[in-house]
């Protein structure tokens, strides 16, 4: 399995204004994934981000308003650009285990806006 | 697009009690997760099940994938207070690159 911590844990946000999120893995993965989970929904998959190419969006997600940047295996970030009330949501990052079709978790990022 | 269909999305059972929770798809998975997921917490892989008709036992919890591969369930039984939490279903994906679709989740809660 691999250990992921995310930054911030929790944050409220003003209407408008962005916030990036930061997932760090201890130990080297290709696959990094996105998602975000809306209060009492399931989880709904943003974006599979790849080590050294452009993130993949799935539809209804759009570069424009989360940005996503992979610089290395071991690290990504998410943006939540222009902020709405609607975007208070759990976001996690996710990461595909080393040689196996598991996926793990992060702790979440649970995001407020006012 | 794929969907998987999870019930019951609401259970609320006393101690003791037997449950089971199912997860149906039209879609065949090359496999499929389950998930169990705390307040404040992410996700908790439980068990990831490959072949069809394959059966998991992990103490009290039974996983099953349908013959099929585009099915499977969860049963609990002897359910304890420790067993209350959001479970997920996801099946696995690989077109190119790999993809989990989650069910709408199960909260559970177990009554002492």
């Known amino acids: 399995s691999a250990v992921i911590s995310q930054k911030p844990s929790r944050d409220i946000c003003q209407r408008g204004t962005s916030l990036t999120i930061q997932c760090q893995v201890d130990?080297?993965?290709?696959?990094m994934f996105w998602y975000r989970q809306q209060p009492g929904q399931s989880l709904t998959l943003i974006a599979t981000?790849?080590?050294?190419?452009?993130?993949?969006?799935e539809s209804g997600f759009v570069i424009d308003k989360f940005p996503i940047s992979r610089p290395n295996l071991t690290f990504s970030t998410l943006t939540v650009s222009n902020m709405s009330p609607e975007d208070s949501s759990i976001y996690l990052c996710?990461?595909?285990?080393?040689?196996?079709?598991?996926?793990?978790f992060g702790p979440g990022t649970r995001l407020t806006v006012t | 697009t794929q969907l998987l269909e999870q019930s019951p999305q609401f259970l609320s059972i006393q101690e003791g009690e037997n449950l089971t929770v199912y997860c149906n798809s039209s879609s065949v998975f090359s496999s499929l997760q389950w998930y169990r997921q705390e307040p404040g917490e992410g996700p908790v892989l439980l068990v990831t099940?490959?072949?069809?008709?394959e059966v998991k036992k992990l103490k009290r919890l039974t996983f099953q994938f349908g013959d099929a591969r585009k099915d499977s369930s969860l049963h609990i039984t002897a359910a304890q207070p420790g067993d209350t939490g959001l479970y997920l279903c996801?099946?696995?994906?690989?077109?190119?690159?790999?993809?989990?679709?989650f069910g709408q989740g199960t909260r559970l809660t177990i009554n002492p």
């Open positions: 996710s990461v595909l285990g080393p040689g196996s079709y598991e996926q793990y």
């Open positions: 130990s080297q993965v290709t696959m």
């Open positions: 099940v490959v072949t069809g008709g």
């Open positions: 981000a790849n080590q050294g190419s452009e993130a993949t969006y």
């Open positions: 996801a099946g696995v994906i690989v077109q190119g690159a790999q993809k989990l679709v």
